[in-house]
T-cell receptor, first 118, second 115 residues
């Protein structure tokens, strides 16, 4: 079974600064997907960024980028030029490629609460 | 707006009761997932349906059941409710298969409170 660990329960950052969220995972799979989801106070789950394990290039979406280290099983999220609207809970998630008996379920970490201060 | 709809938004009920949560996936998505988010358990996968068939099961209690109908909407039935079932229940949908990015899009959730 896969496990996802987010070791930082809470982080704060000044507006316009950069913050990096950590995520590690444990799997015996060689092909999989990794995701970061954002959950603002509204509780909506919003996909921030996606990484395919077979791609060496780190994914980037505007101010959000990841540092994917497959050998270390690490998948950190960097938020650049932080904005007040980035205040939210951030979840790292793992999905096995191909489904099979495990289906296409997401396995989530415990989350990191990010507070952006003006 | 993710395109996934869930009803009702809030549900307050008593222990021992039964409730049904409803989900309509994004247009074109064949797969529906149910997740439970609670303070002590975090976000947990419950069950997945694909085109009407059960695809995978997670930590879903025997008191809980789900189904996906021919029009692809899904219902999650929770019975003999206990205080510990109070949680936010999410439905998500995705396209599954070759060429898809396997991204799951989440609905706004149903907040269940068991008193």
């Amino acid at each position: 079974a896969q496990t996802v660990t987010q070791s930082q329960p809470e982080m704060s950052v000044q507006e316009a600064e950069t913050v990096t969220l950590s995520c590690t995972y444990d799997t015996s799979e060689s092909n999989y997907y990794l995701f970061w989801y954002k959950q603002p106070p509204s509780r909506q789950m919003i996909l921030v960024i996606r990484q395919e394990a077979y791609k060496q290039q780190n994914a980037t979406e505007n101010r959000f980028s990841v540092n994917f280290q497959k050998a270390a099983k690490s998948f950190s999220l960097k938020i650049s030029d932080s904005q007040l609207g980035d205040t939210a809970m951030y979840f790292c998630a793992f999905m096995k490629h191909g489904g099979g008996a495990a289906g296409n379920k997401l396995t989530f970490g415990g989350g990191t609460r990010v507070l952006v201060k003006p | 707006d993710s395109g996934v709809t869930q009803t009702p938004k809030h549900l307050i009920t008593a222990t021992g009761q039964r409730v049904t949560l409803r989900c309509s996936p994004r247009s074109g998505d064949l797969s529906v997932y149910w997740y439970q988010q609670s303070l002590d358990q975090g976000l947990q996968f419950l069950i997945q349906y694909y085109n009407g068939e059960e695809r995978a099961k997670g930590n879903i209690l025997e008191r809980f059941s789900a189904q996906q109908f021919p029009d692809l909407h899904s219902e999650l039935n929770l019975s003999s409710l206990e205080l510990g079932d109070s949680a936010l229940y999410f439905c998500a949908s995705s396209v599954v298969g070759l060429g898809s990015h396997n991204e799951q899009f989440f609905g706004p959730g149903t907040r269940l409170t068991v008193l």
